[in-house]
Antibody, heavy 126, light 107 residues
Framework: EVQLVESGGGLVQPGGSLRLSCAASGFTFTDYYMDWVRQAPGKGLEWVGRTRNKPSRYTTEYAASVRGRFTVSRDDSSSSVFLQMNSLKTEDTAVYYC?????????????????WGRGTLVTVSS | DIQMTQSPSSLSASVGDRVTITCRASQDISNYLAWYQQKPGKAPKSLIS???SLQSGVPSKFSGSGSGTDFTLTISSLQPEDIATYYC?????????FGGGTKVEIK
């Protein structure tokens, strides 16, 4: 059974930093891209960023709203993906979901988010 | 960026009704289109990928169609357990983008 479990959320002041983690199990982690998607209170879904896998050279992609402030990374040895969030703003307040992206052995690998974690709440407030 | 526009933003229908939600992309995305269901307080759940491929375990009352810029999600017979917000998402190009959502309620 595929499981994605996020942790690390909490209350942080504007300008602060927070690191989210997502522990994955139930599938071959190294075969997949991994993503972060967020949802502000009462709002829709917003894709945040992606880490590709080793065949795709661990490259990353980001939404414009977080580029330069957030970093997505992964540790294949522990089947974990991380979201380092710096220079946090009040508008970053949201539930952050970890999602499994595409299965990929290199090249163009489009796919949806077949599995999602339960999410972790990040609140940015003074 | 590719903009995804869903309509309606909300709808109210009776149990047993056929419900259709539309999603329009601001440019051609071929069939790189997914649909998700999100119940209150829960994580999104994948329903359909590649515009019309039902994910494993999803009831056959859900179906998707379309290609290019215009897509639809249909629930053939609405049931109380289908009350949720439904989102479309394109994965043709970055940034990956979602529609604004359609909230489905029972009349």
């Amino acid at each position: 059974e595929v499981q994605l479990v996020e942790s690390g959320g909490g209350l942080v002041q504007p300008g602060g930093s927070l690191r989210l983690s997502c522990a994955a199990s139930g599938f071959t982690f190294t075969d997949y891209y991994m993503d972060w998607v967020r949802q502000a209170p009462g709002k829709g879904l917003e894709w945040v960023g992606r880490t590709r896998n080793k065949p795709s050279r661990y490259t990353t992609e980001y939404a414009a709203s977080v580029r330069g402030r957030f970093t997505v990374s992964r540790d294949d040895s522990s089947s974990s993906v991380f979201l380092q969030m710096n220079s946090l703003k009040t508008e970053d307040t949201a539930v952050y979901y970890c999602a499994r992206g595409a299965y990929c052995n290199g090249g163009f690998c489009p796919d949806n988010f077949a599995y999602w974690g339960r999410g972790t709440l990040v609140t940015v407030s003074s | 960026d590719i903009q995804m526009t869903q309509s309606p933003s909300s709808l109210s229908a009776s149990v047993g009704d056929r419900v259709t939600i539309t999603c329009r992309a601001s440019q051609d995305i071929s069939n790189y289109l997914a649909w998700y269901q999100q119940k209150p307080g829960k994580a999104p759940k994948s329903l359909i990928s590649a515009a019309s491929s039902l994910q494993s375990g999803v009831p056959s009352k859900f179906s998707g169609s379309g290609s290019g810029t215009d897509f639809t999600l249909t629930i053939s017979s609405l049931q109380p357990e289908d009350i949720a917000t439904y989102y479309c998402q394109q994965y043709k190009s970055y940034p990956l983008t979602f529609g604004g959502g359609t909230k489905v309620e029972i009349k």
